[in-house]
């Protein structure tokens, strides 16, 4: 096990940020390079080796935590990497992006700060691909085929595991590159994308094949692809965003943060000298107030916006754990980004009531009013409405389901669930034989842990029906919603 004493002796440190004034004049990660290597076997150090490690628990991918701490305590980085990749695709990813419940569910966390454990879990990734340690597969052919639609991190988890289970595996992005959100919706200030090139190679040297450009359901149809591979699974996410159906919604300059934030990562991949919307003198608000809309706020500020405010219809979390979310569930706390750092205004518990514009049809304010909780149901509070300068709008109020217009639902003939989403049983499979559903398009909007643990899941669903067994884990089961955030 880690120092027995670690937790005593060490302090919680994390991974120190670039200066504000100077991180906004570029768009790479906002972390100072090489910061955790003096650190990180120290605070690994501070792991308690439970008797019951409820961080298990915390994170859905079933990560075997406390072993790879004492793996990185002690130095050992191969063992270390062995053990991260027993249960995690893509660390790289989650080290990087994920919310971290795992921390939230950490026994030390009842009276001490939490163990480090995402910092631990990128450096060990970080190290593995400098010394050449992220294994690669041998070739091991079944004779099976199978298409994956959708390369975000569910598809991605999946191609690879079927891949490695020595299956035939395509993936078939619409997007002109491969990740999905990972490419085109995490910007680069979080996730650099060289990780994301890095995996792909990775995967292309195991076998997996990668098409990229092609949507189906519309540039092929579903039954067409079924009729080329052996299994189809589809990973294509929660893509039909929330809209605010408000007066003025019509007007020029509001927009889906889907439709904003993949323009600004196209710019870093070389594809626009300046994006066809763009933040740059104007002032921005920004509807929704999760990691997608701090996504937006950071991405405002490095666009060199006049002002940014993001608006929230809940009220302000509080900063400790409230009765309602014992330990070890995940707390909603007030959560201070690294777009929150950088500078623009948090409006919590207010609601839009319309958007005023110009002669033009351009925006230019936004009138909102604050709001409250009461009978069951959310209440204007009388005499609070006021506008606010907004010259560039940003939606990000999450996602409804998934997109039944690009004819993957109707021409596979899939049943939906009660929420909309494409309906599955314990295997991941659809109604339809050999067609099975992973991540957010049967899940519902989650986190990149649930996509990876659920692709991974679907893979071993999509091995039995091919083989008629499996060797590959299954981490969750696709009902189990315990730990959705």
């Not at 792991?47 to 961080?55: A, E, L, R, S, V």
């Not at 790289?92 to 921390?103: H, I, N, S, Y």
């Not at 899940?443 to 039995?464: C, K, M, N, P, T």
Request: overall charge negative; hydrophobic content about 35%.
């Amino acid at each position: 096990m880690a120092d027995p004493k670690g937790f005593l002796n060490h302090g919680r440190e994390v991974a120190k940020s670039r200066p504000v004034d100077v991180r906004l004049k570029d768009w790479n990660e906002v972390y100072v390079p090489g910061s955790l290597l003096p650190i990180i076997s120290q605070q690994a150090s501070r792991c308690m080796d439970c008797g019951i490690p409820f961080c298990h628990n915390g994170c859905p991918l079933g990560n075997l935590i406390p072993e790879w701490n004492d793996y990185a305590y002690r130095e050992d980085w191969q063992a270390a990497s062995e053990r991260l990749h027993a249960t995690n695709n893509f660390p790289e990813f989650t080290g990087r992006l994920c919310p971290a419940p795992c921390e939230s569910a950490c026994v030390l966390g009842i009276n001490q700060p939490a163990v480090t454990i995402k910092n631990v879990e990128v450096s060990i990734i970080d190290k593995a691909w400098d010394t050449g340690d992220v294994a690669q597969i041998p070739e091991r052919l079944s004779g099976k085929t199978v298409a994956v639609i959708g390369s975000g991190p569910a598809g991605l988890a999946a191609a690879q595991q079927l891949t490695r289970a020595g299956h035939t595996v395509a993936v078939y992005e619409r997007a002109d590159r491969v990740g999905g959100l990972l490419r085109y919706g995490i910007p680069e200030f979080k996730m650099e994308k060289r990780h994301i090139n890095r995996r792909i190679e990775q995967m292309r040297a195991e076998g997996t094949r990668f098409r990229t450009g092609i949507e189906i359901g519309r540039d092929l149809k579903a039954t067409d692809l079924r009729k080329r591979y052996d299994a189809v699974v589809i990973a294509a996410g929660a893509t039909t965003a929330r809209d605010l159906p408000v007066p003025g919604r019509e007007l020029s300059g509001i927009h889906q943060a889907m439709e904003y934030l993949p323009l600004a990562n196209k710019v870093q991949e070389g594809d626009f000298v300046a994006p066809p919307i763009t933040a740059e003198g104007k002032h921005v608000v920004v509807i929704g107030g999760g990691d997608t809309g701090a996504d937006c706020v950071g991405t405002a500020h490095r666009q060199g916006a006049a002002s940014v405010t993001q608006l929230e219809i809940m009220p302000r979390p509080g900063e400790e754990r409230n009765p309602g979310q014992p330990w070890p569930t995940f707390p909603m706390l007030y959560k201070v980004t690294s777009a929150h750092e950088e500078g623009g205004e948090r409006v919590y518990a207010v609601s839009t009531t319309h958007f005023e514009g110009d002669e033009d049809g351009n925006v230019q304010w936004l009138h909102l009013v604050e709001v409250e909780f009461g009978g069951g149901k959310l209440n204007q509070k009388p005499g609070t409405e006021r506008k606010i300068p907004a010259q560039l709008v940003t939606l990000a109020m999450g996602f409804t389901g998934t997109d039944v217009e690009n004819g993957v639902v109707s021409q596979f003939g899939l049943e939906l669930d009660e929420r909309g989403n494409i309906a599955r049983d314990a295997d991941f499979a659809t109604n339809v034989p050999g067609v099975f559903v992973a991540g957010d398009a049967g899940r519902g909007q989650s986190l990149i842990v649930w996509a990876i643990a659920e692709g991974r899941s679907a893979a071993r669903g999509v091995d039995r029906f091919l083989t008629g067994a499996s060797d590959l884990p299954a981490p969750i089961r696709p009902t189990d919603r315990s730990l959705t955030v």
